[in-house]
């Protein structure tokens, strides 16, 4: 048996849309994906995926569910089958084992503390409208804040009486245990015996999970005494997890979804307001730094953030290093400063929504470009705080995985920083490289070992030394961690390139993403013609110039052919290194070239065509990993 709580991080990390697009292909529309249903036949798409809501139902046929249901239905699983397939997509693991009678106390725990956090929500609420205190501290404050009654009842504010512990004693006079009392943290046990209200005098906010339930409070201090806490929320508890939470998320997914961005503020007031202005799409991280789990959150609704900062906040420099972590989740992110003085809270009530969305648009410029400006008007005149800016902004764009998108920033940086834009790219190469080290890179590279015994397989197939068998395997080991071809970024980029030009290509990952490319000529193989471009680009060497000139190529195609009795004229890829060699002996560029060679190693490959046993000997003894697609150079001209 799966216990529940392994269970519910499976349902809370399962992306609807992820899940359903390893199996069927998807096309937006509006804030839904639609696609011809995989269980019955049709020619119109009757099948509709919500991400917003988390599930699936075709109109068609009738079936409809969640991630987990659709995998059962799909692929004619058991449920905990089903769990186990969504678990490994997302890396969880799954101890599958009969449930201890403490660990069936826990679930009945956590189940009880939900309700006991209900029962307070609707008590703060009920004492914030209907008690002569709650109308006129409460009620006072958010009129104060500029919010209507429709915005109060949405978000469910309330207020918490400034008695001590009036609250606990109702709720015990209600039936709800003491022990789940404490164990939200809406109550505190004193030592001395008795109770104490943790958010007594509070004006109240609950925090919604992403299912609408309560899991936690936000509560404002309604006094002027400096050393209490202005901001007091619930601490961690079986049903809090705070890295894991953000406000606002329950109101705000469906915008997220159907503008396909999600705008991140600061506090609890900053979400409330800009909601009330007409702007749901926003969340926020409730005065606490970024966590990966928040990031995970947005992702699975969007890919798109605008983060908005206090035009006067001092605490910019210290955000920006979270929203590094945005980007190395593969968001993008763009920025919003507000004018000196405001803050989304105070900037929303001042305008409507058309007023809003227009600034945010004609004002948000992305992340990097942001951060280089910024740090840059700090650094002026100063030659090592310049520096230390350009390690900054290296950082930064090292943890973004998309290699387009690192190329782009890059480019842009360096006009700039008004720097060589390849001494950005080796910086950036090596900090990628200490990235490695950690899990993500295991990863990584175990799942591009995967697709390339998948590759050897079918290669081996068409050579007639394999078994479909062992295919099946490698296919379903592929389906079971979530993987296809397209994880391998050379691939698309060779058989692009074959498509474009007609000729076998083949295609080089660096160590910094930049991916390279190489076609067939009459001088070289495609596998040689991509290997000299890959050193000119680690080295910055331009494209057009010849590493070995063709006057030393064409004798040895003579030797080869006339000699030799090859039938391929074209130099493989030791020919070309040797000529590489020989020209280095007096050309200063074929010598820069040749010494970065070394700078290949770990690098990934593939071809649009198998290669012969000398290419792929080479590229191993490189230390480069070679893939090809399972055909040969006359199937192309077939």
């Known amino acids: 048996m799966i216990d529940k709580a392994t269970i519910d991080r499976i349902f809370a990390a399962a992306n609807i849309v992820e899940v359903v697009g390893d199996f069927v292909t998807l096309k937006k529309k509006g804030i839904n994906y639609q696609a011809c249903c995989p269980f019955h036949n049709e020619k119109t798409p009757s099948f509709v995926v919500s991400p917003s809501k988390g599930l699936f139902k075709c109109f068609g046929c009738g079936k409809g569910g969640n991630a987990v249901t659709f995998v059962m239905e799909h692929e004619n699983m058991t449920y905990p089958e089903a769990l186990k397939y969504v678990a490994r997509k997302y890396g969880i693991e799954v101890a599958e084992r009969e449930q201890t009678p403490e660990e069936v106390r826990r679930n009945d725990d956590r189940e009880s503390m939900m309700v006991v956090s209900s029962y307070a929500a609707d008590y703060f609420v009920r004492t914030l409208h209907d008690t002569p205190e709650g109308q006129s501290i409460g009620i006072g404050y958010f009129r104060e804040r500029g919010f209507s009654d429709a915005t109060i009842r949405k978000f469910g504010l309330g207020y918490c009486p400034d008695g001590g512990d009036t609250f606990t004693r109702q709720a015990l006079a209600d039936g709800y245990k003491e022990e789940f009392l404490v164990g939200t943290g809406l109550t505190i046990k004193r030592e001395t015996g008795g109770y104490y209200d943790r958010f007594c005098g509070r ?16 509560g404002r201090t309604m006094r002027t005494d400096k050393k209490v806490a202005k901001y007091l929320n619930s601490p961690e508890s079986e049903i809090y997890h705070k890295s894991d939470v953000l406000y606002g998320i329950y109101f705000a997914k469906r915008a997220i979804t159907q503008q396909d961005c999600c705008i991140l503020v600061e506090g609890y007031t900053d979400v409330i307001s800009m909601h009330q202005s007409g702007i749901e799409n926003v969340v926020a991280s409730s005065g606490t730094s970024l966590t990966d789990g928040q990031i995970r959150l947005i992702g699975r609704f969007t890919r798109n953030v605008t983060v908005i900062y206090d035009g006067d906040s001092a605490g910019i420099k210290a955000s920006l290093r979270g929203i590094d972590m945005i980007l190395k989740d593969g968001l993008n992110v763009r920025v919003v400063l507000l004018p000196d003085g405001d803050d989304p809270d105070s900037f929303a ?11 945010i648009l004609s004002h948000e410029e992305d992340f990097i470009s942001f951060k280089t400006r910024l740090l840059l008007a700090e650094a002026a005149g100063d030659p090592l705080r310049k520096a230390a800016l350009i390690a900054d902004i290296v950082q930064s764009i090292s943890v973004i995985p998309d290699a387009i998108t690192r190329s782009v920033y890059t480019r842009e940086c360096s006009r700039q920083m008004e720097i060589d834009e390849q001494i950005l790219l080796r910086e950036i190469a090596l900090r990628r490289v200490e990235h490695t080290a950690g899990s993500e890179a295991k990863e990584f590279i175990r799942n591009q070992e995967i697709i390339r015994r998948y590759y050897h397989c079918l290669c081996e197939l068409k050579r007639g030394n394999s078994s479909k068998d062992i295919l099946y395997k490698l296919q379903l080991l592929m389906k079971q961690a979530g993987l296809t071809i397209n994880d391998r970024p050379v691939v698309n980029a ?10 076998p290509a083949v295609a080089i990952e660096l160590s910094d993403g930049t991916l390279v490319t190489g076609k067939t000529t009459d001088l070289l193989g495609a596998a040689s013609a991509c290997l000299l471009n890959s050193l000119k680009v680690v080295e910055g060497i331009d494209h057009e110039v010849h590493l070995v000139s063709p006057q030393a190529i064409e004798p040895i195609q003579t030797l080869k052919t006339s000699y030799l009795g090859s039938i391929n004229p074209r130099l493989h890829t030791d020919e070309i290194l040797i000529a590489l060699s020989i020209s280095a002996a007096t050309d200063k560029r074929a010598a820069l070239a040749l010494s970065a060679l070394r700078q290949l190693k770990g690098c990934e490959v593939h071809s649009s065509v198998m290669l012969s046993s000398v290419d792929e000997a080479v590229f191993k003894k490189l230390g480069m990993h070679l893939t090809c697609e399972p055909k040969t150079e006359s199937d192309n001209q077939q």
């Open 203 to 218: 004006v109240m906010f609950p925090i919604h999970g992403i299912s609408g339930r309560v899991t936690a409070f936000g």
């Open 494 to 503: 060779a058989m692009q390139r074959e498509q474009e030009t007609g000729h």
């Open 349 to 359: 009530r001042k305008h409507n929504a058309t007023e809003l969305r227009d600034f």
